[in-house]
């Protein structure tokens, strides 16, 4: 697609449910990173894809998150049974093979946990 | 470990006054550097990398590797700079290569 691609755009769900985020990046940008952005505060690493290498989950702050990714294609960001302080927004980013072009970022996901 | 810094969260400047927003950093390597910006409403955005040495929008940033420092700069600040400004660094870290970001800093650009 012409860019990185984001859904739901905003997402409300109740305190204990579980939550699935969708990204689509750029077609043949083998590079894949999910962050997170509370309000007020910087970027956060989540989990990094690249190619068919295993994932850096490095990020991940707890057993309730997970990503997937299938091949060089869409990612998915699962949050199980999300708390009040899950809610930010969650953006991801994807980047051709070298990281050193920089990253082309979606719109990212807000997320409110009530 | 890598570590990116910016000190400040908050920068009020005039128009047409210079501009600095500063970015240390802590890598052992040797790292590739980033500016991103985000605009009000829209989404992060590249904004120069020290590869490739260039100037956007007027901003200009240098890698001094004996300060561990990439600061951003531009001669004569624009109410349209205003915005959210983030360094970032990519390297090799313990969990293999990454990006991290620091923690931003807002500009404010005042006529």
């Given amino acids: 697609g012409a860019g990185v691609s984001q859904s739901p755009s905003n997402k409300v769900t109740e305190k204990g449910k579980d939550v699935e985020l969708r990204c689509d990046p750029i077609s043949g940008h083998t590079a894949l990173y999910w962050y997170r952005q509370r309000l007020g505060q910087g970027l956060e690493f989540l989990i990094y894809f690249q190619g068919n290498s295993a994932p850096d989950k490095s990020g991940l702050p707890s057993d309730r998150f997970s990503a997937e990714r299938t091949g060089e294609s869409v990612s998915t960001l699962t949050i199980q049974r999300t708390q009040q302080e899950d809610s930010a927004v969650y953006l991801c980013a994807s980047s051709p093979q070298t990281e050193a072009y920089g990253y082309t970022f979606g719109s990212g996901t807000r997320l409110t946990v009530v | ?111």
Avoid at chain 2, 3 to 24: D, H, M, W, Y
Avoid at chain 2, 26 to 49: A, D, H, I, K
């Fill in chain 2, 1 to 111: 470990a890598q570590r990116v810094t910016q000190p400040e969260k908050l920068l009020s400047v005039f128009k047409g006054a210079p501009v600095e927003l500063k970015c240390n950093y802590s890598y052992s390597g040797s790292p590739e550097l980033f500016w991103y910006v985000q605009y009000s409403r829209q989404r992060l955005q590249l904004l120069l990398r020290h590869i490739s040495r260039e100037s956007i929008k007027g901003f200009t940033a240098d890698l001094n590797k004996g300060e561990t420092s990439f600061h951003l700069k531009k001669p004569f600040a624009q109410e349209e700079d205003s915005a959210m400004y983030y360094c970032a660094l990519s390297g090799l870290g313990a969990g293999g290569f990454k990006t991290i970001f620091g923690a931003g800093t807002r500009l404010f650009v005042k006529a």
